[in-house]
């Protein structure tokens, strides 16, 4: 046959190897981690860094929360020349907390200030599971505590967007303490009637799921947001079963009775914005 | 005797020889008091030398001592007319936790305290001391209570934790630590709490938030168990004495952090060699604490709480001299 004149081509099934993976330019495209998708991380950005075909909400810096649920212009940072400092002389403990600052460009895990959502004025801290996983330690713990004694001060509602592996070890006690210091806080914002709302973001667990963010007037969560007291780990070694798959996810949370709303990204500042709305209803 | 700890061997060997001495110097007629009375000095020595010097991993074993005294134990001997209560009121009633009216020097009080077993048997049935959600909502409800009522209330912490279960996730242990820590911020009576044992992270601050907070000597509190810290920092549990002397977790470290008010002193060797010396010496810290308290109206007692707890921290400022290095 004619084509037999031709030199065959051949054809190869290719197979993606690490090595290729490892060929596409770093930040260009991203993998989803739960349905394997890839996508532009340009198209990932502009959908709020939610996968665009499984919904998946991938983690956010701080400042990518606030540019989302914060009016443009209207930000204002509080604390964010507070520093951290070494109680327990831990070995290498300000050398990893300065790596963090230098990679996150924020000074400790929670970015904490006053701004507007649709024009209503809040108070708000968010915290950042990129800096030392969220952890709280003393400065978390009081830029926390000053955001909402700046809240009750100035009669707004206090917003928090928490993201938390929990209490710091590295501080010790002192990251502790930091869950009664905030609580004191709170309880004194909480006696002037004015409004706490709770956003859970992935991951919100130990010291931070057992104070503040458990204890809105609202209670909402990020979809599949890992949300618990312990670790599945140690949960699993303590009563030797294996736990159900969706065990401690927002919608696990939100099936026994632990949440008000599970909200997805693209409706939380329109969900916010309805809230504010309805608690400022009599001044208007 | 049961429960000897590796660190107090060479006052256990001492205590020994002596004991056969004087069986000797009775079973034969010898008078040897020459030698008994160096022996008897001998182990004043040591014993001092050892409880004198002790290190943060030899007050953990102190603190878990099987027969060192629980809550139970504090409160019959401290307290005249103990009634204890039970349940949450909405689920069920958590053992691990035990709560109650009694009267302290004739005046009402509400105590509340963790409970573990003392034996195989009473620690299954109070699961070790480590609650669960209905637990804290228990003793949540005693302490509205306590507050309708005007009555101090008085908190022994002993636990090794939250209790990290299934159902314990599926009822809320987050949110009913939480809750605690904000109402007891709130409570327009004076709150007095004392870690008599054990006292692991939110698991004991669930019944901590105090005006006054007070640590036995020979007890620890802190975020995390020496275990537990051993497994997160260096990713090996066998490292707990290690964690217990990097954490800070000691009577004298806390009060040294300013984290706790007074440091009660122990019986030599430990709370279980002497309960009714061990509880005379609480009563002291407890009475002058109260006396204290009682004097501040309720406004004062809120604001004192949250003064109390807003200093805790250490952080500055970055134009700060001290600065990050």
């Known amino acids: 046959m004619l084509k037999d004149l031709f030199a ?8 993606p190897s690490d090595r290729v993976k490892q060929d596409v330019p770093e930040g260009l495209m991203t993998k989803c ?16 860094k939610v996968c665009i075909s499984c919904d998946h909400h991938f983690r956010m810096t701080a400042q990518e929360r606030i540019n989302l649920i914060i009016d443009q212009g209207t930000f204002n940072e509080t604390n964010k020349g507070m520093q951290t400092e070494n109680p327990l002389n831990f070995p290498n403990y300000l050398e990893t907390i300065e790596k963090d600052r230098k990679k996150t460009g924020i000074n400790e895990a929670v970015v904490t200030g006053s701004g507007d959502i ?6 708000f801290a968010v915290m950042d599971a990129h800096f030392r996983m969220g952890s709280m330690g003393s400065v978390v713990g009081e830029k926390i505590t000053r955001a909402i004694e700046v809240a009750t001060e100035e009669r707004k509602p206090f917003i928090i967007f928490t993201a938390s592996g929990g209490a710091r070890m590295q501080e010790g006690v002192l990251s502790l303490m930091q869950m009664a210091k905030t609580s004191v806080a709170l309880k004194r914002h909480h006696e002037e009637g004015l409004l706490f709302i709770s956003v859970m973001t992935h991951p919100t667990t130990g010291g931070v799921s057992a104070s503040f963010a458990s ?14 007291f312990a670790g599945r780990r140690i949960i699993e070694q303590t009563i030797r079963q294996e736990l159900p798959e969706d065990f401690q996810t927002a919608e696990f949370l939100l099936k026994h009775g632990q949440l008000d709303a599970v909200v997805h990204r693209s409706k939380m500042k329109s969900t916010l914005s309805t809230v504010l709305d309805i608690h400022q209803g009599g001044e208007e | 005797m049961v429960g000897d700890l590796e660190f ?25 008091s020459d030698e008994l009375e160096r022996l008897e000095e001998r182990l004043e020595k040591v014993e001092k030398e050892i409880y004198g010097n002790m290190t943060p991993w030899d007050r953990v074993q102190l603190a878990r001592h099987p027969e060192r005294p629980t809550t139970l134990d504090y409160i019959t001997t401290l307290f005249t007319d103990f009634l204890e209560l039970h349940g949450d009121r909405l689920y069920g009633d958590d053992e691990a936790i035990v709560g109650g009216i009694a009267k302290f020097h004739g005046k009402p009080v509400t105590v509340i305290g963790h409970q573990r077993g003392k034996d195989t048997k009473e620690n299954l049935r109070r699961n070790f001391g480590m609650p669960h959600p209905e637990g804290y909502r228990k003793a949540l409800r005693l302490m509205k209570q306590a507050e309708k009522f005007n009555r101090p209330i008085v908190c022994l912490l002993d636990t090794k934790g939250a209790y990290p279960g299934m159902s314990a996730e599926e009822r809320g242990q987050s949110e009913a630590i939480a809750r605690n820590l904000v109402e007891m911020a709130g409570l327009t009576v004076p709150v007095i709490c004392i870690v008599i044992g054990e006292g692991a992270s939110g698991g004991a601050l669930a019944i901590g938030v105090g005006n006054h907070v007070h640590m036995l000597e020979n ?43 007074q440091m009660v002193p122990e019986v030599e060797g430990g709370a279980h060699r002497d309960l009714p010396k061990q509880a005379s010496l609480i009563e002291t810290v407890l009475k002058s604490s109260l006396d204290e308290l009682s004097k501040m109206t309720r406004d004062e007692l809120v604001a004192h709480r949250y003064e109390k707890y807003k200093k805790i921290g250490q952080y500055t400022f970055e134009n700060d001299s001290i600065g990050v290095k």
């Open chain 2, 219 to 261: 007890s620890w509190y802190s975020v995390i168990s020496p275990e537990g810290a051993a497994a997160l920092l260096w990713k090996d549990s066998t490292q707990a004495k290690r964690a217990a002397d990097t954490m800070k977790i000691t009577a004298p470290d806390l009060l040294d952090m300013g984290i706790i008010d």
């Open chain 1, 118 to 123: 649709n024009g209503h004025s809040i108070v």
């Open chain 1, 215 to 228: 204890i809105g007037d609202y209670n909402f969560a990020e979809p599949q947001a890992l949300i618990g």
């Open chain 1, 8 to 15: 065959k081509k051949r054809k190869y099934a290719t197979i």
């Open chain 1, 33 to 48: 981690p739960v349905c394997k998708s890839i996508m532009t991380t340009k198209e990932l950005n502009k959908a709020n």
């Open chain 2, 8 to 32: 107090e061997r060479p006052a256990k060997e001492l205590r020994n020889k002596i004991a056969e001495l004087k069986k000797f110097m009775d079973d034969k007629g010898i008078d040897l």
